[in-house]
């Protein structure tokens, strides 16, 4: 019987015999092509028995074989954050992928939708990726009722803005008490805090709440409230307003007449200054001309140029000089090249300003009321003055403004008509029942009130 031979030597020999032939060929330039895949076979079949590698990198069946699972689906990332003092929308957005571009546009989108002065810190928003880690959307909890979204479109890529609103219910509540420390502190323990600054103003030039609202003084409150879903929101509106102090009470009635103007009363019928008006001015001296004007001027003494906060009103000596509305005297003194001085605040962010005075009166000292028309000193030329004049100023919420255009725009408003005044006698006396009605509406944190038709 014949031996085979072994398998590497007739692979050498096959391989001799075809060298052979290749000298002979004119294929002999492709030969080292040939020689390169006849050594990869060679390769492969002289591998040793298991260390054959397969397109998995298998080398035999001893192999633990690694498994790669991407079956689970990465998910969008959300992060839930709060705003921190320092933070902008602005740094927000560009911090989390947007570019300056895309705030610009999404800026534009906003107007009209979103106050930026409402973004402030301890706000609640999210920030949503894909799952590439890109930018989705920003959902921003603006309060209760409102959420600005900020998203990208799926198809066009393009970001839009939408604000989704719910609904509020506007009840009428009602509340009362005596104080026992301060009005605020009382309103506070009702949970009703927000009723204190708009309280202030429809009370301002008749009561200082500082000094004349005492232990004893009582309250009586009707207000409009914004709830949500049985979720009480805010303080919206005061309807009417009593206070008594000393016996002696102050009222306050909104009323709407049949023009659509609204404003507040007394019990009797008399016109109040509503909190969001301005103040009506009264002319504070007689005098005979202005000597120097409101703007840039050379000083008289000086004879340097410079800004005039006022008007200089040419007058005698001792010519009464009055309150030009209802105030309280914060300032009375002597104050350099101003001269004797008064300063009186009024409301709706004023004050009137009174120099070279050459004497005060009597009822006019520091921190006392005084009435429009009340007279509070006397014209006068102390400090730097040439003669005497009454320079008089007005300042409306910190700059100073022209006081001839805050006196020529002061004009008195036409009272109510005989009809229109019985309606708002009437609608006085509805209101009068619901405050005496007031525990039906009595204002509490989870109970839902009458709500206003």
Not at 201 to 207: C, Q
């Amino acid at each position: 019987m014949k031996t085979p031979k072994p398998f590497l030597t007739a692979a050498a020999i096959q391989l001799k015999h075809y060298l052979r032939r290749a000298e002979r060929s004119f294929w002999l330039p492709f030969s080292a092509a040939s020689l390169v895949m006849i050594f990869s076979i060679f390769t492969i079949l002289s591998s040793a028995p298991g260390t054959y590698i397969d397109e998995l990198g298998f080398t035999g069946d001893g192999d633990y074989v690694v498994i790669e699972d991407e079956s689970e689906i990465k998910k969008p990332s959300i992060d839930k954050k709060t705003i921190q003092p320092g933070e902008s929308l602005y740094n927000i957005l560009t911090s989390n992928g947007l570019t300056p571009k895309d705030v610009d546009a999404i800026a534009r989108q906003l107007k009209g939708s979103f106050s930026i002065r409402g973004f402030r810190p301890g706000q609640n928003y999210e920030i949503e990726k894909n799952s590439e880690g890109l930018f989705q959307r920003f959902t921003y909890f603006q309060d209760r009722a409102v959420t600005i979204h900020i998203e990208r479109e799926s198809e066009s890529g393009n970001l839009k803005v939408r604000r989704d609103a719910k609904e509020y219910e506007t009840r009428l509540a009602a509340i009362e008490g005596s104080v026992s420390k301060t009005l605020s502190s009382e309103l506070a323990k009702k949970d009703r805090s927000g009723l204190m600054r708009p309280t202030r103003k429809l009370f301002a030039g008749r009561l200082d709440f500082k000094r004349d609202i005492k232990p004893g003084s009582e309250f009586r409150l009707l207000f409009e409230e914004k709830w949500l879903d049985d979720e009480f929101i805010s303080t919206g509106k005061i309807i009417a307003a009593e206070i008594s102090v000393n016996k002696k009470n102050y009222t306050a009635y909104r009323y709407t007449d049949s023009k659509g103007k609204t404003g507040y009363y007394d019990e009797k019928g008399n016109a109040l200054e509503a909190p969001e008006k301005s103040a009506q001015f009264v002319q504070p001296c007689s005098y005979s001309r202005i000597s120097s004007g409101y703007g840039y001027r050379v000083h008289p003494i000086r004879r340097t140029r410079h800004f005039h906060g006022g008007v200089d009103m040419a007058a005698r000596s001792g010519t009464p000089v009055k309150a030009v509305a209802d105030g309280t005297v914060i300032f009375r003194g002597s104050k350099g090249g101003a001269g004797n001085m008064v300063t009186l605040k009024h409301p709706g962010g004023y004050h009137s300003q009174y120099l070279h005075l050459s004497r005060y009166a009597p009822k006019a000292g520091n921190g006392s009321r005084v009435s429009q028309g009340e007279i509070i000193g006397y014209v006068g030329s102390t400090g730097s003055s040439t003669g005497p004049h009454l320079d008089f100023r007005m300042i409306h919420n910190g700059k100073p403004v022209n006081p001839l255009t805050a006196l020529s725009a002061s004009k008195p408003e036409q009272g109510l008509s005989r009809q229109e005044k019985n309606n708002l006698l009437a609608e006085i006396s509805v209101l009068k029942t619901q405050l005496d009605n007031n525990r039906m509406l009595a204002a509490g944190p989870t109970k839902k009130h009458t709500p206003v038709m």
